[in-house]
Every structure is written in structure tokens, then in C-alpha cells.
């Protein structure tokens, strides 16, 4: 059914990254006067000219046909936010705390807080973000309004997508009024047949922990399964075809390669880990810590996959990494396996130089010592090996024929499973793939 617009409620989306721009945007989509917030002051002045501060597809026409007709206004006060708001939704980051598993809640707290003391009576506070269990009611404790949980499910690529056609929405209450709220807030979407869990907050919270958890136990689960595959010479995209066939196990997200990342998935997972150990629960999700090590594993995999292809060792030879960001049609490079591969392979001496279609700059901020180049054939001139990292469907198209002109050996490491591996053999290509015979 199409998503038609709503009685409008005033919202607030405090923290503006990838998912908070993405809401703030869909929500005056649909109908409501939308004021996004962000301490980034370079970010929050991108968004109100109109321009996306990150690569996400459709968002930038969203973004700005929503700033034209004034329902989405951007601002960095957070007592503008209070004072304007009915329902606050929080989406800042909760980022893997540095040396430890645990989620960084400082972020979530810090904007609780500075709502705590302007906010208009009966508004209703909502968080986004995803947070280990028991936030929600810690957080109700240091504020005079009402607190739910509504965690997001959406995919970077497909933002804008699953924000206006989720899958199912997912709300945690502690009253009706607060669920109708929300349903109001949502109308759109509930009226076009979205199926709606009303549940309390601490549920909520951990609807979202454990759908990642399971996300991530299918990769590294058929991951585990390609280090079986590379031990037999079985191949392991035949075996996840045909286990997929089975309705009960489907065949998304069953494609073996390098693993996950992300800004979300490993972070969630690990977070998930040190909360149930804080409840005495370690037992519980220890399986987590074998799916985290399966992940960490196929890159090294790669590593000595491309190593092996080079004679053995790294030093003064040239490598070409296709692919930066985590995943493709993104822009995000947060733990990204792609980037993980490349320093480790630079770290053993090679010269390392990266292509990706929307990655270069996140990634050259943060790894100024790879090289990185604005073509797919030019990233791969000179090379003794090529390693595809990130599934964009431009290195699909890339053809084997004339990389083989510019290159200096012809090897491939296929870490995706996404290239037609025959046509770079028939090319001339010496080619590894993950979970797959040598051919
Ligand atoms: P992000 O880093 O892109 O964005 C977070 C934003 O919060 C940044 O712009 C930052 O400047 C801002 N911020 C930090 N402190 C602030 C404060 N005190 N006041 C206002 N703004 C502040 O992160 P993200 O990817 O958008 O993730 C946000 C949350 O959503 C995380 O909990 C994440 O796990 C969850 N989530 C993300 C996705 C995704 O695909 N990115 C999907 C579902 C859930």
C-alpha cells in the first residue's frame, strides 16, 4: 500500500548520523514537523543546505525536498529541541567502548540529560539507538517523562527504504498512552499493513541485540562451514545454495566471504556479551565469542590467501584492494573487514592501494598510510595480486581481459564470492576464493 502522510506531530531526532538523518528526513516524509539535532555543527550545517554529510541512496532527494517544504529544519541546541518537541527520538552512537566490549553509553546519557530540565510537559521521550538491556529503565530514573525504546532495524544502502517500509516496528512502553503516541507517530506506515510489536522496554532493547546476534551467527555460521569447504576441497557457495532451498534456514544472508563489520554487528555483538556477563549470564551468549572469532579469522584468511598468491611473502610486492567501506552503497568504513585486510597486508610490507566507489575519503581520514586511487583498473595497475573486498556491483562488471594488460601478475582473491570466477580463469587468472576449490 503507499505511505500517505499523518496528522502531524512536532519530533525531534537528537543525533543526525546514519540513522538519525535518514529518520529525521522519512519522518517529515510522511507528515510531521521534524527538527534534527547534532553536537557536529559541520554536520548539522551540511544537512540544512541540503547536503547529505554521508553517501546513502535516496537520501539526499528526501532530504531536500523536505527542507524546501519546511517540515525539516536542522539546529544544534538541545534546549531549542526541548522546547520544540512533543516526541524526541534519541539516535546518537553507542560505540564499542575503547578497550573493553561494553557499549559507550555516554553519548545517551549526555542527551537525556540535557532534555531532562527543558522538556514540555507530557513529551515523550524515545530511543533509537541500540543500547544493552536495562538502558531504558536506568534512564527513567534521571528524567521527569516518559521513556520507550523503539530500536531500529535498518540497513546502510537501503536507509531510506526499510525507514519508510519497515519490516515490522518495534516499540517498548511503560503506558497505552506513550504505545498510541507512537502509533500516531507511525500512522503511515501501520495503516500500509507494517506489523507492530508493542512490548515493554526491556524487551525492545533486546529484540534488537538479538536479531544482530542472529545476523551475525548465520555469516559466521556458513563462514565456519567454508573453513570446513577449504579443508576438503568442498565448495561452500554450492553447499549455501543448497541448505538455503530449506525454507526453514533461506538463503539471505548465507553468502560466505570475509565477514561482517560495521558500525552495528560486531560492536552489538560484543556489547551483548559484556551485558549478559554483567547479569551473570556469560553462558548464555558465549557462542557470540565463536562467531566474533570465526568473523576475525576470514581475514586473516584473505591475508594468506593473497600472501600465498604472491610467493609468500608481502615485501616490495604491490597490492590492489578492491573495496573500502563494510558493505556496498554505503559510505561507511567503521570496522570495515575491507580496511582490515589492507592494513594487515601493508603491515607486511606491501604496498597497498584501495579503490571504492564512495569510501576513499572516510577511509584515507582514518588510514592516511594506504594508497588509495579514484579507479577500479587504475587501483589495480601494477599489482601482483588483487583482492576484492566489498560486493559494489562495479567490480562485477570489471572485465578480466583488460585488467590482465595492467597488472603485473594476474591474481585474484575473491573475498566476496561475488565475481564470476570462471571469466577471470578463462582470462588467464590464478584465483582464490573463500570456502572454495582451487579449480
Ligand atoms: P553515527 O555515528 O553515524 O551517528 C551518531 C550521531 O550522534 C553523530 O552525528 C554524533 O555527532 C551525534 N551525537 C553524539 N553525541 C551527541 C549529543 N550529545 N547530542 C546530539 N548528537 C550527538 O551512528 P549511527 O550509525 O547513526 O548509529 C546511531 C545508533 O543507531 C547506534 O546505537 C547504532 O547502533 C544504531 N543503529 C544504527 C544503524 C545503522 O545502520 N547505522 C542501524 C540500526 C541501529
Redesign the pocket.
Known sequence: AEIREVEKSSLTV???????AVHAACMAEIGHEVLG????EA?IAALAEGRAP?FEPGFPEVLKRNLENGRLRFTTS?AEAAAFGDVHFV?????QQPGSHAADLR?VD??VD?LAPHLRPGALVVG????PVGTASRLAERIDAELAWN??????GF?VEDTLRPDRLVVGVTSPSAEQVLRDVYAPMLAAGTPWVSTDPATAELV?VAANSFLATKISFINAMAEICEATGADVTTLAAAIGYDVRIGDKFLRAGVGFG???LP??IRAFRHRAAELGLEESVRFLHEVDAINLRRRDRAVSLARELVGGSFAGRSVAVLGATFKPDSD?IRDSPALAVANAIRAEGARVTVHDPQGIDNARAVHPDLDYSPGAQKACEGAHVVVHLTEWSEYRDLDPVKLAEVVHGRALVDARNALDLAAWRAAGWEVRALGRPRA
Open positions: 537528537i543525533g543526525t548520523g546514519y540513522l538519525g539535532v547534532d553536537v557536529d554536520k554521508f538541545l539516535c546518537v552512537g553507542t560505540p553519548y549526555a542527551v540535557g533509537k539507538s541500540t543500547v530500536p531500529e532495524f535498518l540497513r546502510e536507509a534488537k560495521g558500525g552495528c560492536k552489538d561507511d
